[in-house]
């Protein structure tokens, strides 16, 4: 079996669950896949880039599955690798089906040992991965995630108050979890934290922002990592076009304090030019959300210490 001609059963993620995080990566499983887990593992039918995700360590291709690890083994003789180099890794998880290094170890050595070609452990060409999964060992191809968005902290310009490059990735995920044919709008887009995580992920977003002050900033932040789209000086009262999503982080620090009225001025001009907002919120504003003409579909509260902010995913 040439390994290039193999199609995947399933795509098995596995995912590292920071507690403060943890409802905010619950909130990104259900968009990109429409369930979420309590484990480190989530297997579905949908194909993701898993360097998307701040919270996933990498994905699983299933190739091969069987009841005993021997199943895989009879499965594995038969690859055909063409020279290239691999090597074989268990992928840990925790809870009740964590396995100890030892034991991982000797299970990579004992199916490596049966795949025709030859192993590299420092730098393969091509990575293994197995498990045992829902009951069944399963076997095939692992992508590791790349921190794409800690590369994006050493930003030329940023503001205290700005949402941490991690959590404005997950933001854009909840976003736009399928970027195809998607056109996004960050209206209120401060110093472009949001924006440079969507663009990283091929997500079709323009910005805008009434502070004209913050906006060279903004747009050198874009350029600093090679990307750009446009970014304008404009009220989000003027923003014409249409739009599948918009993304809003309410203000909300000294310098941009609104009213419960300007944040409904807010909403509704957003409901004129987009079918769907996610909104980054340190206030309870559902009443709001709902006078704006919105359904609230799903949410979240991430947590930093005691500060709280509410994600919060609206629908026409």
């Excluded at 919120?281 to 509410?310: H, L």
């Amino acid at each position: 079996m040439n390994y290039n001609h193999l199609e995947p059963r399933s795509y098995i993620y596995n995912y590292a669950l920071p507690d403060e995080e943890r409802e905010l990566c619950a909130l990104e499983m259900r968009s990109f896949f429409g369930v979420d887990t309590d484990s480190s593992i989530l297997e579905s039918r949908i194909k993701i880039d898993s360097s998307r995700s701040p919270f996933m360590r990498g994905r699983l291709d299933v190739w091969f599955e069987g009841e005993k690890l021997e199943d895989l083994i009879e499965q594995v003789k038969q690859l055909e690798l063409n020279g290239s180099t691999f090597k074989v890794i268990y992928v840990k998880v925790t809870g009740p089906d964590k396995v100890s290094f030892k034991e991982r170890r000797r299970i990579e050595r004992e199916v490596g040992l049966h795949i025709p070609g030859e192993p590299d452990l420092n730098n393969p060409e091509l990575v293994f991965a197995l498990m045992n999964a829902g009951g069944r060992w399963v076997f095939g191809e692992y992508h590791s995630s790349e921190a794409v968005w800690l590369h994006h902290q050493q930003k030329p310009h940023s503001y205290s108050t700005s949402l941490s490059t991690r959590v404005a990735r997950a933001v854009a995920n909840i976003a736009v979890p399928d970027p195809t044919g998607k056109k996004a709008i960050d209206p209120c887009c401060g110093i472009g934290t949001v924006v440079v995580e969507a663009l990283s992920m091929g997500i079709d977003m323009v910005a805008s922002d009434i502070n004209p002050l913050i906006l060279p900033g903004t747009r050198e932040n874009i350029a600093h990592f090679g990307y750009s789209t446009e970014v304008k000086f404009r009220d989000i009262r003027e923003v014409t076009g249409l739009y599948d999503v918009a993304i809003i982080d309410m203000p909300y620090n000294l310098c941009s304090v609104i009213t419960p009225e300007e944040q409904l001025e807010m909403l509704q001009s957003t409901r004129e030019f987009a079918d769907k907002v996610v909104i980054v919120t340190i206030e309870p504003i559902d009443s709001i959300i709902e006078n704006a003409g919105f359904k609230i579909a799903d949410r979240c509260i991430v947590r930093k210490g005691t500060f709280e902010r509410e994600i919060i995913v609206c629908q026409k």
